[in-house]
């Protein structure tokens, strides 16, 4: 059957100096229910699971958005933003243990999950805690009973944390290390006009995000290696964050962890625009209405700490179960463009 939607939405608009000032305010919570999913069945059933409507999630947050336009003389400045803030729950996942897969990886397993009254997906894997330096360290990192945690280690391997503290790394210290979905959303438009001058700026960025960059996987043979495997473990005190290169890793440490989850927040120039337009007392004298030369770039510069090709990973997957997750998305282009806008 179809999916059910219930949404409530409370909004003010403001006007300030005339409607110079303009302010829009909304706050939403929408409730989804009969969810189109696959059904978890058992595998014995066969590869093709069956449709049903299983699961209830809620998409809550709110939005401001502002615009101002001030006008003296022959200069006209037009100044708009907003900013949204958007939190996403699942509250039933539609069987009995309340937690479903969503996404995964080739011999990575399981990369994100869904669980009820949890944020929806996140990222499922062991938390580390630096990288072995000396052979002294791997002997120190034991249990209460003298025992190796991570009897197959050796120096420059990764070390992951014994959360249930059960003395060795095992499945049940998988944790929430992150999530695809940004918290916030914004964007600034920056524009004026003078004197047939004219300028306009768009700027667009999220917050609160992080990616799964598994395209720094060292442990396949036939890969283009990252920048990163520059910075990569090479002796004692070289390296904190990133293992030594090996194909074959007794220690797993391609293994999903939070080595793989960058901070995915950026700020981009999506649009910026410049234009003169020539005064219409010397385009007249060739029949021309208006003529104006502008020069524009997409793209222009990201400010980002991420270091895939790029931050903005979409949220593919039925309900975003792709979000964060960068399986080597190609970066969009820088464009730069001239053009001539002619009326006869």
């Known amino acids: 059957g179809w999916e059910e939607s219930h949404q409530t939405d409370l909004g003010v608009d403001l006007g300030f100096w005339g409607n110079s000032l303009q302010v829009t ?23 093709s699971k069956p449709w049903g409507n299983v699961g209830t999630m809620s998409n809550r947050g709110a939005e401001i958005e502002a615009t101002y336009r001030y006008t003296i003389g022959d200069f006209n400045l037009s100044v708009g933003g907003n900013v949204t803030y958007v939190n996403t729950i699942l509250i039933n996942a539609g069987n009995e243990t309340g937690i479903i897969d969503v996404a995964s990886y080739h011999q990575m397993g399981t990369i994100a999950r869904g669980e009820n009254g949890q944020v929806y997906p996140y990222f499922y894997g062991y938390k580390t805690d630096g990288i072995f330096q000396t052979p002294e360290e791997v002997a120190a990192y034991v249990n209460e009973n003298g025992e190796l945690i991570q009897p197959l280690a050796t120096p420059g391997d990764v070390r992951f944390v014994d959360l249930d503290g059960d003395g060795k790394i095992g499945d049940d210290d998988r944790t929430m290390i992150g999530k695809g979905m940004p918290d916030w ?40 290696l990252p920048r990163t495997i520059l910075q990569r473990w090479t002796g004692a005190g070289s390296s904190d964050k990133y293992p030594k290169f090996e194909f074959s890793s007794a220690n797993e440490n391609y293994r999903v962890s939070d080595l793989w989850v960058e901070d995915a927040s ?15 007392n010397i385009t007249k004298k060739a029949f021309i209405q208006r003529l104006r030369i502008y020069a524009q770039a997409e793209n222009l510069f990201t400010l980002t700490k991420y270091t895939g090709c790029d931050p903005e990973v979409s949220g593919g997957g039925s309900y975003g179960t792709e979000a964060g997750i960068d399986r080597g998305v190609y970066p969009q282009n820088r464009t730069f463009t001239v053009g001539v806008n002619l009326s006869f």
């Open 25 to 47: 305010v909304d706050y939403f919570n929408t409730k989804t229910a009969r969810m189109l999913q696959h059904m978890p069945v058992p595998g014995y059933l066969g590869e």
């Open 185 to 224: 959303t914004f964007g600034l438009n920056l524009g004026f006009e003078w004197k047939g001058l004219d300028f306009n700026m768009l700027l667009q960025g999220q917050a609160g995000a992080q990616a799964f960059n598994v395209t720094r996987r060292t442990d396949l043979y036939y890969i283009n």
């Open 266 to 280: 950026f700020l981009r120039a999506r649009n910026v625009q410049i234009g003169y337009t020539l005064p219409q």
